[in-house]
């Protein structure tokens, strides 16, 4: 079956840095646009950063200049470095995957900047 596993977050400083990593199985990972989602307690899930098939990538305007979205489809993992954190990037943070209609999500994994 279709899993995508996160993995990477946890309790940082505000101005530090994590890596969130979304190991992939159960799809042609190489065809699908990748993408990362988050959410915070009492807010909508808002989109982060995607990358197509073709490695063209898109930002939310509060994450430009400080995340980095990234693929290894060898690896069929997605990545998310992100830098500068601040405590309104505080939420749980999911990987999806989508193609012609489908969509799949992770479980999410925290992540919490707070001094």
């Known amino acids: 079956q279709v899993q995508l596993v996160e993995s990477g977050g946890g309790l940082v400083q505000p101005g530090g840095s994590l890596r969130l990593s979304c190991a992939a199985s159960?799809?042609?990972?190489?065809?699908?646009?990748m993408a990362w989602y988050r959410q915070a307690p009492g807010k909508q899930r808002e989109l982060v950063a995607s990358i197509t098939s073709g490695g063209f990538t898109n930002y939310e305007d509060s994450v430009k200049g400080r995340f980095t979205i990234s693929r290894d489809n060898a690896k069929k993992t997605v990545y998310l470095q992100m830098d500068s954190l601040k405590p309104e990037d505080t939420a749980v943070y999911y990987c999806?995957?989508?193609?012609?209609?489908?969509?799949?999500w992770g479980q999410g994994t925290q992540v919490t900047v707070s001094s």
């Open positions: 999806n995957a989508k193609y012609a209609g489908v969509s799949y």
């Open positions: 159960g799809i042609l990972f190489r065809i699908y646009a």
